[in-house]
């Protein structure tokens, strides 16, 4: 079942933070910032959708085993699936069930409602049929054909969860790519956000340098940045 109260919305520009950042910057402002470590374990990969950054606010779930299929089959994937919106991004752990917790139908109809993507603790299936919708990333530690129903089912959302390692609050800032994921806090995000994206421009500044053959002393010791 949600918790109490959902995640607010803010107003973030999450395509543009999406082509102009990456899970690195977002890294080294946490680091400056003394929150370190605020990335996850290795482990989760991009699986299937658009390889590109994704970036979004977390919708946390947690799907747990199950032994019997239920009265209401898929009932709690279909409430929490249907109460995404604008921005989100999911966020599940799989409680390290041996079964596809995700696939195409949810993640179409996810990126129907303006969800961003999926991070997944766990396993994922229909990776041919999501690459094909070509609008909805998701990070996953791996796909097996298996399905769900009667194996593992969303209990709870909108709660926190620990996925690869970290706890996830609901509204904090989800950010996928190659590297791996980056979690800001949601509290952090104002402060956070103006810093990666100037630490972005500082960095592609250092990197033309670079390619036309500067020093990398001199570009270090210019703009403290490696």
């Not at 947690?62 to 009932?75: F, K, L, Q, T, V």
């Amino acid at each position: 079942m949600p918790s109490d109260t959902a995640p607010a919305g803010n107003t973030l520009d999450l395509d543009a933070l999406a082509q102009e950042t990456y899970s690195a910057v977002y890294s080294d402002v946490c680091d400056a910032l003394g929150m370190r470590f605020r990335t996850l374990e290795p482990g989760a990969r991009h699986i299937a959708g658009p390889d590109c950054v994704l970036i979004g606010h977390a919708r946390t779930a947690i799907s747990m085993p199950a032994d019997e299929i239920p009265e209401r089959p898929y009932g709690g994937e279909i409430d929490f699936v249907d109460s995404l919106g604008d921005g989100d991004l999911v966020v599940l752990d799989c409680s390290r069930a041996p079964a596809a917790a995700w696939g195409e139908l949810f993640s179409t109809a996810s990126a129907g409602r303006g969800a961003r993507g999926a991070l997944i603790d766990g396993l994922t299936r229909d990776v041919a049929k999501i690459n094909e919708l070509d609008r909805f990333p998701v990070f996953a530690r791996g796909a097996r054909p298996t399905d769900a129903l009667g194996r593992v089912a969303i209990r709870e959302w909108d709660v926190p969860v620990c996925v690869y390692g970290l706890t996830v609050f609901p509204g904090d800032l989800v950010v996928c790519d190659s590297d791996g994921v980056t979690i800001v806090p949601g509290k952090h995000i104002p402060e956070v956000v103006p810093r990666a994206l100037e630490k972005a421009s500082i960095e592609s500044e250092a990197r033309q340098l670079l390619l036309e053959g500067g020093y990398l002393r001199d570009v270090w010791e210019s703009y403290r940045v490696l």
